[in-house]
């Protein structure tokens, strides 16, 4: 009874900004490390960006500098802000948030549906 619903994809030109929404709602609890993953056409899924319970971050090398991850708590919300935008990010995003369900006692994750994301003038 978990629903992840992503938002904010879209077209923008070369050097331009997006910022990705992700939140969890329904039944979820105990939300711990939240990702994001790109999948970018003829390629395999890669992981983009980690942010922890305790909000240390990680990113993929090709991004850094460029994306912040950061994570609304009260809201079970990841976000992505996504600076200086170039046309290899073009990809469908994907948010991956890992919690709980009543009536587990463990953890699992919880997939967005994909947001597309195209970087093009």
């Known amino acids: 009874q978990v629903r992840v619903v992503e938002s904010g994809g879209g077209l923008v030109q070369p050097g331009g900004s997006l910022r990705l929404s992700c939140a969890a709602s329904?039944?979820?609890?105990?939300?711990?490390?939240m990702n994001w993953y790109r999948q970018a056409p003829g390629k395999q899924r890669e992981l983009v960006a980690v942010?922890?319970?305790?909000?240390?971050?990680n990113y993929a090398d090709s991004v850094k500098g460029r994306f912040t991850i950061s994570r609304d708590n009260a809201k079970n919300a990841v976000y992505l802000q996504m600076n200086s935008l170039k046309p290899e990010d073009t990809a469908v995003y994907y948010c991956?948030?890992?919690?709980?369900?009543?009536?587990?006692?463990?953890?699992?994750?919880?997939w967005g549906q994909g947001t597309q994301v195209t970087v093009s003038s």
């Open positions: 991956k948030i890992r919690g709980r369900s009543r009536p587990a006692l463990t953890e699992a994750d919880y």
């Open positions: 942010i922890s319970s305790s909000s240390n971050t």
């Open positions: 329904g039944s979820i609890f105990s939300v711990s490390v």
